[in-house]
């Protein structure tokens, strides 16, 4: 049982450059997450996804797509790099929203730096 | 939008001391508070929560109070360790109908040996 794994751990990209970011979780959870963590300004939410094939955003979505095409997976898309992208990325699962079973997992991280 | 302040950003204290960290919500239809605490290079992982209809919890050195009438909560940790030394964050649930958390911006308890 992994939990929560995102890949990859480091990324370095130019601006202007376009990558994705893989958050997957073995756990069932029909909630997913991704965050960025920037000093300062502690988790901020760019995106979010309630199940399957649905994805909503949240407070930071700007720059930024997702896909939520398989349960276990929830895909962040930079399309146009830009320095102020350069955050901590934290992808996160839960198995319902809402006051029932909402307790976070959260992955590893994935740091990315934007030149 | 709603909003979680929480306070202070940072928090020094000594060994064996108690340590507060308070947060505020927008929300009155806020129902489940939880805390997550995130040591230098890891994952943020849950430590306590709570629920609108208990006013008090307790979990060996750490506790969390919540007030709704003034719709804030609060973190204690008593007699403190270098191991508690981390950031901490405090979150609400938001309605709408997903119902997904918003976190403050964290504090950073520093526990001087």
């Known amino acids: 049982n992994a939990g929560v794994t995102q890949t990859p751990k480091f990324r370095v990209l130019k601006t202007g450059q376009s990558m994705t970011l893989l958050c997957a979780q073995d756990m069932n959870h029909e909630y997913m997450y991704w965050y960025r963590q920037d000093p300062g300004m502690g988790l901020r939410l760019i995106h979010y996804?309630?199940?399957?094939?649905?994805?909503a955003k949240g407070e930071v979505p700007d720059g930024y797509n997702v896909s939520r095409l398989k349960k276990q997976n929830f895909l962040l898309g930079l399309e146009s790099a830009a320095p102020s992208q350069t955050s901590v990325y934290f992808c996160?699962?839960?198995?319902?929203?809402?006051?029932?079973?909402?307790?976070?997992?959260f992955g590893a991280g994935s740091r990315l730096t934007v030149l | 939008g709603e909003n979680v302040e929480q306070h202070p950003s940072t928090l020094s204290v000594q060994e064996g001391d108690s340590a507060v960290i308070k947060c505020t919500y927008s929300d009155s239809a806020s129902n489940y508070f939880p805390w997550y605490k995130q040591e230098l290079g890891k994952r943020p992982q849950l430590i306590i929560d709570?629920?609108?209809?208990?006013g008090e919890k307790k979990d060996q050195r750490i506790a969390v109070t919540l007030n709704k009438t003034a719709k804030h909560f609060s973190l204690h940790i008593t007699e403190t360790q270098p191991e508690d030394s981390a950031v901490y964050f405090c979150g609400a649930y938001f309605g709408g109908g997903s119902y997904i958390p918003t976190f403050g911006r964290g504090t950073s308890l520093i526990v001087h040996p």
């Open positions: 996160a699962s839960s198995l319902q929203g809402g006051s029932g079973a909402n307790v976070l997992t």
């Open positions: 996804s309630v199940g399957e094939g649905t994805t």
């Open positions: 709570i629920r609108s209809n208990v």
